[in-house]
């Protein structure tokens, strides 16, 4: 009786959200996804694949000593998350390098060529928007 309630406390501890997520990793069909030519949003496209970000980026987490601090609403988010992404040349944007583990003390989130990786790229390719 006490293994199963050690294998559930272990398995709610263990960080298993930077697993690969769903195919659709909260992107909403009128979201767009890459290569579909659909304009990608910040809200319904990026925003959802931050999420697992306010693990630490939060005020009081482990990483709120930096500059990314999210506040729970994609809106009020929008101009931190800017700081980040350089749309000139998007490949190389300081968002993109910290996800994909260089320079991030939480290691690789979204691995280079990833699904999610591509998602944010690509929304920084069309311009960032809201």
């Not at 263990?14 to 069909?29: E, I, L, Q, Y």
């Not at 601090?69 to 988010?77: C, E, K, L």
């Not at 968002?95 to 060529?113: D, E, F, Q, W």
């Amino acid at each position: 009786m006490l293994a199963p309630l050690l294998i559930a406390t272990a398995l709610g501890c263990a960080d298993f959200s930077r697993g690969r997520p769903s195919v659709d990793a909260g992107v909403t069909a009128d979201a767009g996804v890459p290569g579909d030519g659909g304009a990608l949003t910040f809200a319904a496209a990026v925003y959802p694949l931050l999420t697992i970000c306010m693990n630490c980026h939060v005020p009081g987490g482990a990483a709120s000593d930096t500059s990314l601090i999210f506040s729970g609403n994609a809106a009020s988010d929008y101009p931190t998350v800017l700081q980040f992404v350089d749309t000139a040349t998007p490949a190389s944007s300081q968002l993109l390098s910290k996800v994909s583990g260089n320079g991030h003390g939480g290691g690789t989130i979204y691995a280079v060529g990833t699904t999610e990786y591509e998602t944010i790229l690509a929304w920084i390719q069309q311009g960032a928007p809201p």
